[in-house]
């Protein structure tokens, strides 16, 4: 390794300060205030029901699993506070009903210019319940009472403490109604303080361009790529986690030749049911939105990948597995999970679609035996990596689809597609070299699709064909199992038509 190469590595193996936790006893508390087994917390952890115990009585758990325990009781005291603050409301001071002591916070609300809350609301600074608001936003009076002012969560810089600020009267008074509130590190703040960088990209370019519609979409499809490494630098700003940007690789993924591929299988489906029943069917193609959007949630590696042999899967990493894939007998009725396949034997694939084959090899599905891993390049992962930059794009297209706005939703739709088939290597995108990356998007959208397939055939409908990232034919009443639409979690109608005669079985390439 070159020096470089030994300082990524030193840095994928270094972890941030550890996420405090409440004490073993409070711990508990939460849990069985929400009526939650250990049983059940442990699952959604990926630990023993007994670990979770040990932690209720006093030991500490470490790394990703930490973060994730923290998430989760910082959710439940939050869940826990608002309803006990629902529940009692009557008798909370400040609620008008309770003499002197509310008289005197609605008195203490008038001087810092807010009114008292009939039912608390989430704090706009903390996230924490709230009895006042101010302007519209509801927060907390008291600094001591704010969460942003607990030692328990560490204090921001001060240009992030200016972000949650309350916005301009204009947009208050639209929020009349109520004010959302997005994600920002461990707390939140008002939505309407976030910078929007794509509506101002696609206002800057229409008036550059005097209301021209098909010359904006084309600056801003041209810039999409430096447009959608701009806004995943913004929605990395106090994220959990640091990312490698430029890590060595090894060689199983890079290109073998200047044109060719790498090793890695991405195991894109191109599937059509061998055979149907006799008779005339109609087809329906469906078109899957947003595939490439909805695959950004995935688990992926954060540093350097670290090489490993051993028929064993960590669930706290991510990466490209040597794998000797599992019989599948099901071709007759779902494609298989890796795809066509011309040569047998061992093959790299990536982490989505080893862990779909974990779960189809496992007693709920028991569809096939469990793959055998050879060997693994891996680096500790989370799966909520790109979450902020994938919900501010889907944010953005439903707006756009909303109010029928085609500039901003070809620019949104070019942004994370370029933005994942130019981080690996390519010429386009200098910021980001991930090839690790591009292969665990490119696959978790295949296999998201080949799940969709399991549901129609699981809700009774006929798999007829899966191709690509986006594309299932059925036969059968689908509006019963996919909702229509333009969404992400939506489908919409590609095509329809006949297939099959009166007499004999039909041949599903026939049309």
């Excluded at 916005?167 to 994600?183: F, L």
């Excluded at 595939?291 to 028929?311: R, V």
């Excluded at 707006?399 to 994370?416: F, G, N, P, Q, S």
Aim: proline share 8%; glycine share 8%; charged share 25%.
């Amino acid at each position: 390794m070159s020096d470089f190469q030994t300082i990524d590595a030193l840095l994928a193996s270094a972890s941030p300060d550890q996420v405090p936790l409440p004490t073993a006893e409070e711990r508990r508390r939460l849990r069985e205030g929400l009526h939650l087994s250990r049983p059940q917390l442990a699952q959604v952890l990926g630990v023993g029901a007994s670990t979770v115990g040990g932690w209720e009585s006093g030991r500490e758990p470490s790394g990703e699993v930490r973060e994730k325990y923290a998430y989760f009781l910082e959710g439940a005291r939050t869940k826990l506070d608002a309803s006990v603050a629902a529940d009692g409301s009557a008798g909370v001071p400040g609620s008008g009903d309770d003499g002197p002591a509310g008289a005197d916070e609605a008195v203490a609300a008038d001087d810092a210019g807010g009114e008292v809350l009939p039912v608390p609301e989430p704090c706009v600074l903390c996230g924490q319940p709230a009895r006042h608001q101010v302007e519209g936003f509801p927060q907390h009076l008291d600094p001591a009472e704010c969460g942003t002012a607990s030692p328990a969560q560490p204090q921001q810089p001060a240009h992030r403490k200016e972000s949650r600020q309350p916005a301009p009267a204009a947009r208050q008074r639209r929020a009349a109604h109520g004010v959302k509130v997005v994600p920002v590190g461990r707390r939140v703040q008002a939505a309407s303080d976030t910078p929007d960088l794509i509506g101002s990209a696609v206002a800057a370019a229409l008036d550059e361009h005097a209301g021209d519609v098909e010359g904006a979409t084309a600056a801003l499809v041209k810039r999409a790529i430096p447009d959608a490494m701009a806004l995943l630098d913004h929605t990395r700003k106090g994220g959990r986690y640091d990312v490698v940007a430029h890590p060595w690789l090894p060689d199983i993924l890079r290109k073998q030749t200047a044109r060719g591929a790498d090793q890695i299988w991405e195991a894109r489906p191109k599937w059509t049911r061998p055979q149907l029943p006799a008779g005339r069917h109609e087809v329906t193609a469906l078109d899957i939105n947003g595939a490439y959007l909805s695959a950004l949630k995935t688990h992926l590696p954060l540093g350097q990948l670290e090489h490993s042999t051993g028929d064993h899967h960590d669930r706290r990493r991510a990466g490209v597995h040597l794998i000797t894939p599992p019989v599948w007998e099901h071709d007759a009725v779902l494609p298989n999970p890796l795809g066509n396949r011309d040569e047998p034997g061992p093959l790299w694939v990536t982490e989505p679609t080893l862990r779909l084959l974990l779960r189809l090899a496992g007693p709920k599905y028991g569809l096939c035996e469990p793959p055998q891993i050879h060997e693994s390049w891996t680096s500790g992962a989370t799966e909520s990596l790109l979450e902020k930059f994938r919900i501010a794009l889907k944010d953005a297209r439903d707006r756009a689809i909303t109010e029928d706005d085609e500039v901003t939703l070809e620019y949104v739709k070019a942004m994370y597609s370029k933005f994942v088939s130019t981080m690996g290597e390519s010429n386009y995108n200098r910021e980001l070299y991930r090839a690790d990356w591009m292969h665990l998007i490119r696959s978790q959208a295949f296999v998201n699709l080949w799940w969709k397939a399991h549901r129609a055939y699981d809700e009774g409908l006929m798999v007829v064909r899966a191709m690509g990232t986006d594309e299932l034919h059925v036969t059968g009443d689908w509006r019963a199992v996919f909702p229509e639409g333009r969404g992400v979690t939506e489908v919409k109608v590609k095509d329809v038509y006949t297939i099959g005669t009166d007499q004999g079985l039909a041949d599903p390439t026939e049309t």
